[in-house]
């Protein structure tokens, strides 16, 4: 098993509806990071968050540090967030990925 | 202002060939990450230097991979008689260090895509 699981794998969307990206891990933490990828290959930090809640635009992460547990959402998605978020656990200077959730949004 | 920048973007080296990627951090950021994407695959973690400290070799996959920092600022990665697997895209990441239970977010640069033939 994964130190970091995410769900789904694969994601389509209509533009316009809500995504919800989840992510849980099995590993101590200091803190939870979303990454986006796009198409590309450019990776963007979206955030690092250790307890509650951050939002940022239309992007809102959140961490449920008792359950292991953080997912990540998009509110009224549009095209231009089709990319690959990744989720990585990060404890002591060292970096565990989940394998990422490719979000396609369609017009 | 100027973020992580990596050099070359693409390399093509034949099989058993060294190669040497290199990364420029953002100024002033001591924490910086080496990672590794294989075409289809996830990110994996390579090393981590941070400060003037020993580096953090746990993820490197063989001895024919090393890097180092110099003057705490640009890194370099090398990789010895390149083989097949090695392809994939090299990233470095750099953020400043923790302080006051702070934690600072990673930026990535644009990486090197390495084809071994």
């Known amino acids: 098993k994964n130190e970091v699981e995410q769900s789904p794998q694969n994601l389509t969307a209509q533009e316009g509806e809500f995504i919800t990206i989840n992510c849980s891990y099995s590993v101590g933490i200091s803190a939870l990071h979303w990454l986006q990828q796009h198409p590309g290959g450019g990776i963007v930090s979206l955030f690092m968050l250790s307890s509650g809640k951050k939002k940022h635009g239309r992007l809102i992460a959140t961490i449920n540090i008792q359950e292991k547990h953080s997912s990540l959402h998009i509110t009224a998605s549009h095209p231009r967030d089709s990319a690959v978020y990744i989720c990585?656990?990060?404890?002591?200077?060292?970096?565990?990925f989940g394998a990422g959730t490719r979000l396609t949004v369609k017009p | 202002g100027a973020g992580v920048s990596q050099s070359p973007s693409n390399k093509v080296t034949e099989k058993g060939k060294d190669v040497e990627l290199r990364c420029d951090p953002i100024?002033?950021?001591?924490?910086l990450y080496w990672y590794r994407q294989s075409l289809g695959q996830g990110l994996e973690f390579l090393i981590y230097?941070?400060?003037?400290?020993?580096?953090?070799k746990s993820g490197l996959p063989s001895d024919r991979f090393s890097a180092e920092r110099t003057g705490g600022s640009v890194s370099t990665l090398t990789i010895q008689r390149t083989q097949q697997e090695d392809s994939a895209v090299y990233l470095c990441a750099s953020r400043l260090l923790a302080s006051g239970g702070a934690f600072y977010e990673q930026y990535f640069g644009p990486g090197t895509r390495l084809t071994v033939t």
């Open positions: 100024s002033g950021h001591t924490a």
């Open positions: 230097f941070q400060g003037n400290s020993a580096p953090d």
């Open positions: 990585a656990a990060f404890n002591n200077n060292d970096m565990r």
